[in-house]
């Protein structure tokens, strides 16, 4: 049941726990990948505290899979955190679209949320509103679901993850792409989202092919931020 314009933005402990209800199941399979995380920073060399430290400060599977690539002395901390920055720059695009619902809280609540959000929350947030329905809800606690479950799957995979050592033979690394995929086909639709998603996507892909390795993350994610954070707010302001 839909609701008023104004009231898209509520957020209360029901709807931070019906929304971590809806991501249950899809956690799920974020264990696996937290399992494989945990195991291969272990064979790193790093210790079970870093390790799991890690996953519960930085929570964002992709880019701690590239830093234990780049993990060494010869490798600068510059170097990491623009390899980490390139490929969370999706997050640019994420807040934008968010902002005219986000801008209702306060500061250390708008960015307390924003703290767990990941692709999958973020989605199904976006197609609460298009169904003009509350959807920080699910943003903030299907982001703790996903959240919580890294953390015990990175755990796992620290003292048990020789048992699944690789997710790709089974098809495990498909899962969230699809569901994002899913989420972005089945959500709004209209002139605005189809002009973001051009513009992101054909910014990234000329990236891609005439900028450096890894920029092409950061080009779309900052061109389809801008359009959207101009379009919405333009919206947003009547």
């Not at 992709?62 to 170097?79: D, I, K, M, R, Y």
């Not at 929350?121 to 903030?140: I, K, T």
């Not at 690789?166 to 899913?182: K, Y």
Request: aromatic share 12%; hydrophobic share 55%; charged share 10%.
């Amino acid at each position: 049941m839909s609701v008023n314009e104004a009231e898209l933005h509520q957020l209360d402990r029901q709807l931070v726990w019906t929304g971590f209800k809806q991501l249950v199941p899809l956690s799920v399979f974020v264990v696996v990948f937290g399992v494989a995380f945990g195991l291969a920073a272990a064979q790193s060399g790093l210790s079970a505290p870093a390790i799991i430290a890690m996953s519960t400060l930085v929570f964002a599977g992709a880019s701690q899979f590239a830093a234990l690539e780049l993990w060494g002395p010869q490798v600068s901390l510059l170097t990491l955190v623009i390899t980490v920055f390139a490929i969370n720059a999706r997050h640019l695009l994420m807040g934008a679209t968010l902002y005219p619902w986000l801008r209702h809280l306060p500061t250390r609540k708008r960015y307390g949320v924003m703290l767990v959000a990941s692709d999958a929350n973020w989605a199904l947030s976006m197609q609460a509103f298009s169904r003009g329905q509350p959807g920080l809800g699910l943003l903030l606690g299907g982001g703790l679901a996903l959240w919580s479950f890294w953390i015990f799957g990175t755990w796992l995979g620290v003292y048990f993850g020789s048992v699944i050592q690789d997710p790709e033979r089974f098809g495990l690394d498909m899962v969230m792409g699809c569901f994002l995929l899913a989420m972005v086909v089945g959500g709004e639709k209209n002139l605005r989202m189809l002009v973001i998603w051009t513009l992101a996507a054909s910014s990234s892909i000329l990236a891609y092919w005439f900028l450096p390795e890894n920029s092409h993350v950061i080009v779309g994610a900052i061109t389809g931020g801008l359009v959207g954070l101009v379009w919405l707010e333009k919206n947003h302001e009547r």
